[in-house]
């Protein structure tokens, strides 16, 4: 009964101290080759001014998104405000566009630490109800 007992510890001692780590291991060596799925929408804000001017900022939601130095990203983003959003992503040779109601897909990889834009070219300031600039922080 005694040697049952202590082989089933020994059992479990191996799985903790052998197995796992390597389990683990593999797991997270699966994850680096992954690459990072983002998604994003766009959105609106509107209100009215005391006097009773329409005022509205169209926006990238999340506008600010973490991304890992050297990672594949594959970012989604699609349109729910506005009609259509051109777009280029600094760093990139991305320029793209969201249209209302369909999902843009981009892929990319930053090898540099930095901030890089997301920039809406028909609502890129307040006076063409933006800024529409997203910010993709790169560690
Ligand atoms: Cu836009």
Same mark, same amino acid.
């Given at each position: 009964?005694? &040697?049952?007992?202590?082989? #089933?510890?020994?059992?479990?001692?191996? #799985?903790?101290?052998?197995?796992?780590?390597i389990t683990l291991?593999?797991?997270?060596?699966?994850?680096? *080759?992954?690459?990072? #799925?983002?998604?994003?929408?766009?959105?609106?804000?509107?209100?009215? %001014?005391?006097?009773?001017?329409?005022? =509205?900022?169209?926006?990238?939601?999340?506008?600010?998104?973490?991304?890992? &130095?050297?990672?594949?990203?594959?970012?989604?983003?699609?349109?729910?405000?506005? &009609?259509?959003?051109?777009?280029?992503? =600094?760093?990139? *040779?991305?320029?793209? =566009?969201?249209?209302?109601?369909?999902? %843009?897909?981009? &892929? #990319?990889?930053?090898?540099?630490?930095?901030?890089?834009?997301?920039?809406? %070219?028909?609502?890129? %300031?307040?006076?063409? *109800?933006?800024?529409?600039?997203?910010?993709i922080v790169v560690?």
């Amino acid at each position: 009964m005694k &040697k049952i007992v202590k082989c #089933f510890l020994i059992g479990i001692i191996c #799985f903790f101290i052998v197995i796992d780590p390597i389990t683990l291991e593999l797991a997270e060596g699966n994850n680096e *080759n992954e690459e990072l #799925f983002i998604q994003m929408v766009t959105g609106e804000f509107s209100s009215k %001014t005391d006097d009773g001017k329409e005022i =509205e900022a169209y926006r990238w939601d999340p506008g600010t998104i973490f991304v890992p &130095k050297g990672k594949d990203v594959k970012l989604s983003i699609y349109g729910v405000n506005g &009609k259509s959003h051109p777009f280029y992503i =600094e760093g990139t *040779n991305i320029k793209d =566009e969201v249209r209302k109601g369909e999902e %843009t897909i981009v &892929k #990319f990889r930053f090898d540099e630490e930095g901030i890089y834009r997301i920039v809406c %070219t028909s609502h890129e %300031t307040i006076e063409q *109800n933006g800024p529409m600039i997203g910010y993709i922080v790169v560690k």
